[in-house]
């Protein structure tokens, strides 16, 4: 059974830090690309960043210079550090787990975690 179990969410003051966890289980962790996404309310889904098997890292433009992806395979984790945060970045953040194999996509969600940006 695969399972992506986020935490580290919860309340910041503006131009605070955070730092998202996302631990993996039931799947070949080293071998996906593993995504946060965040959905603010009444907004669509967004990605924040990504990082591929290979380490290779990509960030939203809204996070750029504030936001680090990083992962741990061998503690089948995912990270998110998050500094200078904004009220804007108040949202649902979610862990995704993704693997396309020749015409099959391995495609896995985490249940998500709030976290939210006010003084």
């Known amino acids: 059974q695969v399972q992506l179990v986020e935490s580290g969410g919860g309340l910041v003051q503006p131009g605070g830090s955070l730092r998202l966890s996302c631990l993996a289980s039931g799947i070949a962790f080293n071998r996906y690309t593993m995504n946060w996404y965040r959905q603010a309310a009444g907004m669509q889904r967004e990605l924040v960043a990504s990082i591929t098997s290979g380490g290779y890292t990509n960030y939203g433009d809204s996070v750029k210079g504030r936001f680090t992806i990083s992962r741990d395979n061998a503690k089948n984790t995912v990270y998110l550090q998050m500094t200078s945060l904004k009220p804007e970045d108040t949202a649902v953040y979610s862990c995704?787990?993704?693997?396309?194999?020749?015409?099959?996509?391995?495609?896995?969600w985490g249940q998500g975690t709030q976290v939210t940006v006010s003084s």
């Open positions: 995704n787990a993704k693997w396309q194999v020749t015409v099959t996509l391995n495609n896995y």
